[in-house]
């Protein structure tokens, strides 16, 4: 089965970090980009970060750029993202997304996992 | 940054027609994508490229886009499809991949 499994969530106070990951199965982790995108409570989808395949190019917004690193181990299936210097703003459910380049050479998300929340409070 | 403008909400009855439009830049040409998010779950995608459907998407689902504006059509709407949809696009050229603020749908 297709799938994108994420974990790692959970609660950390402003300043703190945290390491979500994604498990990938049903399909070559290695051939596609992957991306994290997330949700704040009650508002509406953003995009976060996004690795190639092979780990090699990355892309962030600017709302985490300096903050969050994103990362691939190819040989496990498994996408990451470590999170440092979090704020309260930070708060979400975050989403593992799988990206897809269409024919008219656009990146888009085809395949989603289910989310793993992230609270920042003290 | 690039923009995309939805409207809050749209309600229709079961069985008639629903459509939620998003507008943003006309030029450059940019493609929509459209996700359904259905309360509790994760996006789907029901749209891409403004109007090709995925496998597995029902008919009853279209897309289309003139100038400034894309529209997802809901033909003939039934319960399940109440969600929260929202549009996507982005310029590659600039690494900006950009939601809309989402539309709620209610069906009922």
């Known amino acids: 089965e297709v799938q994108l499994v994420e974990s790692g969530g959970g609660l950390v106070q402003p300043g703190g970090s945290l390491r979500l990951s994604c498990a990938a199965s049903?399909?070559?982790?290695?051939?596609?980009?992957m991306s994290w995108v997330r949700q704040a409570p009650g508002k509406g989808l953003e995009w976060v970060s996004t690795v190639s395949g092979r780990g090699t190019s990355t892309y962030y917004a600017d709302s985490v750029k300096g903050r969050l690193t994103i990362s691939r181990d190819n040989s496990k299936n498994t996408l990451f993202v470590q999170m440092n210097s979090l704020r309260a703003d930070d708060t979400a459910v975050y989403y593992c997304?799988?990206?897809?380049?269409?024919?008219?050479?656009?990146?888009?998300?085809?395949?989603w996992g289910s989310g793993t929340l992230v609270s920042v409070s003290s | 940054s690039y923009d995309l403008t939805q409207a809050p909400s749209v309600s229709v009855s079961p069985g008639q027609t629903a459509r939620i439009t998003c507008s943003g830049d006309a030029s450059p040409k940019r493609y929509v994508y459209w996700y359904q998010q259905k309360a509790g779950q994760a996006p789907v995608l029901v749209i891409y490229?403004?109007?090709k459907r995925p496998s597995g998407i029902p008919e009853r689902f279209s897309g289309s886009s003139s100038g400034a504006m894309a529209t997802l059509t809901i033909s003939g709407a039934q319960v399940e499809d109440e969600a929260d949809y929202y549009c996507y696009s982005t310029d590659s050229t600039k690494n900006d991949r950009v939601f809309g603020g989402g539309t709620k749908l209610t069906v009922l």
């Open positions: 997304a799988r990206d897809r380049l269409s024919m008219t050479g656009d990146w888009y998300f085809d395949l």
């Open positions: 490229e403004d109007t």
């Open positions: 049903g399909f070559t982790f290695t051939n596609y980009a």
